[in-house]
């Protein structure tokens, strides 16, 4: 199947940095991506759809100015944690699903390996 | 997307088949069943998924109900490996999926 990468894998950081996190999708196009929040033993939480040439769309609650995204390009999404807080500590997940034209068909979603990052 | 309801633990002994039920009883026509399992620390892995018709492939079975309000998904041999959380999800659009608490799956020697 298809793949997409994340990086880094593990990143700890000050309180007050800010975070970037890389989403590549190996060998497809996606011109929507998508970024989840997972607490410990917690589900996965949607937090905004990442559209590559436009802004992102972010769910309820889900505040836009600390949470920066970008899609430069149809292989990356960029995810940017500003001036992070211990309670930003989570593990982060981005998907993509379909090619370039085709992203809104049920295809099967691919997922990062995940971003655990640690604010301290 | 609907919402569905797993229970939150099961096991199965290795080498057995692991049937693992959901229940999405308000899925609308247009809406996909699909099937995540999440091994600790690492992303949601893809296993199947189905509209209407019966699935199989070389992880799974994926046993879809006739009115569309229920399905089971099978590991018909279940090794230790399989371990982990799996997800049940209905939507339109894969990427964007909400998950719920999911069952965990534990596989015993």
Known sequence: ?120 | DAKTTQPPSMDCAEGRAANLPCNHSTISGNEYVYWYRQIHSQGPQYIIHGLKNNETNEMASLIITEDRKSSTLILPHATLRDTAVYYCIVTTNAGKSTFGDGTTLTVKP
């Open chain 1, 1 to 120: 199947g298809a793949v997409v990468s994340q990086h880094p894998s593990r990143v700890i950081c000050k309180s007050g940095t800010s975070v970037k996190i890389e989403c590549r999708s190996l060998d497809f196009q996606a011109t929507t991506m998508f970024w989840y929040r997972q607490f410990p033993k917690k589900s996965l939480m949607l937090m905004a759809t990442s559209n590559e040439g436009s802004k992102a769309t972010y769910e309820q609650g889900v505040e836009k100015d600390k949470f920066l995204i970008n899609h430069a390009s149809l292989t990356l999404s960029t995810l940017t944690v500003t001036s992070a807080h211990p309670e930003d500590s989570s593990f982060y997940i981005c998907s993509a699903s379909g090619d370039g034209l085709r992203s809104n068909l049920n295809t099967e979603a691919f997922f990062g390996q995940g971003t655990r990052l640690t604010v301290v």
